[in-house]
């Protein structure tokens, strides 16, 4: 009688051990989402509905800024040392190409010194460093009207050296991109580059000025046409585009294959994870589909009923965040399989050293 009470005590043992290891969302702990903030659950769980699916997306749509469209309209290159001009006086060939177009405009045009001065015919040395070419015609202009009657000019810059943009990480060509009188802005320098590798993070591009660092989310501009992402470049400012690391989603429990899912163009829906991931038809309980989500008070716990017939509808619509996990839980039949399993030998030897007592 001793050792059956023995045995029975073991076996209750057991069987609470076989249970309690592991990570388990019971159905019975999911609320509603008028009653998602007890004390008593360890996270904020929230269904997945078609309105929760419809906040997440007004939420992701953004009104267009337009201050970038103003500042190109405003811009205007300045000349700076190292960079080549050419200036062009009307019927005065003499000025103009003084050595008779053996070289190109390019050699032959007037380079900026260090000092930000050019020297012209009968003007003299001229500053020009920091002036627009408009500027610079102007100067000329008034300059040379002492010496020839009613003179016409034309100033542009030919080879553009003193003003640049660095570019780095995953592009195809990291580099020094010059700034022309032609408006550069962060979208423009990546097709400069040849483009981002394909594990490159638009969303987390970084812009380096004057000692200070930006990020900036290009995925808004070519998504939610938000120009204040696309930003105008200055001199001496460096380009960064980070490599996608962070940006993945984790897949566990009953699926085929645990793991980590890169966030391709940084957008991933449930729907997607589901299908990559391959859900276990056999192990699975398709009414205990989880998001777990991290945010400033209780982790958050979005909750898919996939047994519902609109359910897949709602997952393809349900956009992932970086670094959500995603846990498809385990059917009660797979799980008291799973104790079984677990119990069966240890009830074996138990059996085995009872007979061997009863023997005795």
């Given amino acids: ?17 076989a249970l309690s290891p592991g990570i388990h969302l019971q159905q019975g702990q999911f609320e509603s989402s008028d009653d998602v903030d007890r004390e008593d659950v360890p996270v904020t769980l929230i269904a997945i509905t078609p309105a929760l699916v419809r906040q997440q997306y007004q939420a992701k749509q953004g009104m267009p800024v337009q201050n970038t469209q103003d500042e190109m309209g405003s811009y205007q290159y300045l000349v700076g040392p190292q960079d080549v001009l050419s200036i062009t006086v009307w019927d005065h060939p003499e000025l103009t190409i003084p050595d008779g177009g053996r070289r190109p405009v390019e050699q032959s045009g007037n380079r900026v010194r260090s000092d930000g001065s050019i020297f012209y015919p009968y003007v003299g040395l001229l500053q020009v460093s920091g002036k627009t ?49 032609v408006p550069l802005t962060l979208a423009d320098v990546i097709n400069v580059s040849g483009g ?24 808004d501009l070519y998504y939610k046409a938000d120009l204040s992402q696309n930003v105008l470049l200055r001199n001496k400012d460096i380009v960064y585009i980070p490599v996608n690391t962070t940006r993945k989603v984790y897949v566990l429990g009953e ?8 966030m391709q163009d940084g ?5 997607e994870v589901m299908a990559i991931a391959g859900i276990n038809q056999h192990a699975a309980d398709p009414e205990r589909i989880y998001v777990l989500r991290q945010s400033e008070g209780k982790p958050q716990a979005y909750h898919l009923d996939a047994s519902e017939p609109g359910a897949l509808i709602l997952a393809t619509s349900f956009q992932l965040e970086p670094l959500d996990v995603v846990f498809v839980s385990t059917s009660n039949l797979t799980l008291w399989n799973r104790v079984l399993t677990q119990l069966l030998p240890t009830a074996q030897t138990l059996w085995t050293i009872d007979r061997i007592s009863e023997g005795q």
């Fill in 267 to 271: 957008k991933l829906n449930l729907a």
């Fill in 1 to 17: 009688m001793l050792r059956k009470s023995i045995f029975t005590t073991s076996m209750i043992f057991l069987v609470g051990c």
């Fill in 133 to 181: 070419t408009e500027q610079i015609r102007v100067d000329l202009t008034k300059k040379l009207s002492h010496y020839i009657k009613r003179p016409q000019l034309d100033v542009r810059v030919v080879t553009f050296n003193s003003q640049k943009v660095h570019v780095a990480g995953a592009v195809a060509n990291p580099g020094v991109v010059p700034l022309t009188d």
């Fill in 196 to 219: 981002v590798s394909e594990n490159a993070d638009l969303q987390e591009i970084i812009l380096t000025r004057d000692g200070s660092n930006q990020s900036y989310n290009l995925q």
């Fill in 255 to 262: 699926v085929s294959a645990q793991t980590a899912l890169p």
